[in-house]
């Protein structure tokens, strides 16, 4: 079966540079989240999208913007990387009002490096 | 404020023994949803098992079970005849009715052969 997509899988980056996130949610889900794991650190929600509207919004910084396409995908848009940027950034899809029922799929994350 | 709080930051367990993670939460929603997730040395999210807090059953995916304790704000994971790749790392995770995940802080779980 068919899986959330992430790319690139692992990015470098040196501070202050720009990065952009991609995400490919499983065919035919709507909805889009992205959650932020630092490192030994539980993921933490950023944002969503149902739509391509944005639907829910987390502890996601100004230098950091989002949005869903007409197919969409999603893509995650980093502004001046600072060293504490460097994590695992999840992205996970669902269909509608079904993420209430556990039927959020995550895909195997995005590791940035900010040196 | 709507938390989720997981007090046991590393578990062992010998192979095909059973051990119980901890997980306690707070919130005033009456409707919510609760999750066990493992991640692996692969970083990859996986869903263990989900529990509706409308429902008083404990659910129940094959080795795993829950103890959800409504009342007490309480959701135990309990691992039966613990597996060498049931080594991970475990999330305790809620949806508190506005579809985002909120998570515990973890609890690294570690099999003796």
């Known amino acids: 079966a068919a899986g959330v997509i992430q790319s690139p899988r692992h990015l470098i980056k040196e501070k202050r540079e720009t990065a952009t996130l991609k995400c490919y949610p499983i065919?035919?889900?709507?909805?889009v989240y992205w959650y932020q794991q630092g490192p030994g650190q539980d993921p933490q929600f950023l944002i969503s999208f149902y739509e391509k509207m944005q639907s829910d919004k987390g502890s996601i910084p100004d230098r950091f913007s989002a949005q869903q396409f007409s197919d969409y995908h999603s893509e995650l848009n980093m502004s001046s990387l600072e060293l504490g940027d460097s994590a695992l950034y999840f992205c996970?899809?669902?269909?509608?009002?079904?993420?209430?029922?556990?039927?959020?799929?995550f895909g195997p994350g995005t590791r940035l490096t900010v040196t | 404020a709507q938390t989720v709080t997981q007090s046991q930051p590393e578990m062992s367990v010998q192979e095909a023994e059973t051990v119980t993670l901890s997980c306690t939460y707070d919130?005033?929603?009456?409707?919510?949803?609760l999750f066990w997730y493992k991640q692996p040395p692969s970083r990859q999210m996986i869903l263990v098992i989900r529990q509706e807090a409308y429902k008083q059953q404990n659910a129940t995916e094959n080795r795993f079970s829950v103890n959800f304790q409504k009342a007490a704000k309480s959701f135990s994971l309990k691992i039966s005849d613990s597996q060498l790749g049931d080594a991970a790392m475990y999330f305790c995770?809620?949806?508190?009715?506005?579809?985002?995940?909120?998570f515990g802080t973890g609890t690294r779980l570690t099999i003796i052969p």
């Open positions: 996970a899809s669902s269909l509608g009002g079904l993420a209430a029922l556990g039927e959020q799929y």
């Open positions: 065919p035919r889900h709507d909805t």
């Open positions: 919130t005033s929603e009456s409707d919510y949803y």
């Open positions: 995770g809620a949806n508190f009715g506005n579809e985002k995940l909120t």
